[in-house]
């Protein structure tokens, strides 16, 4: 799709890192811009934490070194907490995709839950809407957004570490 854009672009896998750590952190901090796809939030957020890829976005966020961008699950890994999200996407499938339970917790440089699809229309969005409400009965801050919305967080503004 970003090729298709005019874009030049380089998939990397975090598969191929899991023992491989400096490697990713080389091939990301080659990077202007990272994209990260949706898909189930806590098969990605274990796939970053095999990898390293938690750890090195994380600081070169925080160094203004690149720019994030994330569809779905690729935006829902940088908030707080990923609880709730268990309402859509199923944290079992960690056991199955690399043998580990889920991860709850996320990149926390967003200081809000990220909630995508919102009254969207796809399938997901009614369950989307469950989200909301258990967010809104507990108290948790957070961002409903519908599809084609934008966050943009300035490195500046990312919560304290």
Known sequence: MLQDRGYRTTEVDLRDH????S???E????CGVVWVHGGNPFVLRLAMALSGADDILTGL???DAV????WSAGA???SPALRG???VDDPADTVTAYGRPARWEGLGLLGFGFIPHYRSPI?????????VERYEREGVPYRALRDGEVVIVDHRSLPAT
């Open 67 to 70: 720019v994030y961008a994330g």
């Open 85 to 87: 999200l268990e309402l």
């Open 123 to 131: 399938p997901e969005s009614e369950l989307i809407e469950r989200v």
């Open 76 to 78: 829902c890994v940088l």
């Open 27 to 30: 091939r990301l901090s080659e």
């Open 18 to 21: 899991f023992d491989d750590p």
């Open 23 to 25: 490697g990713l952190a």
């Open 61 to 63: 966020l925080r160094r």
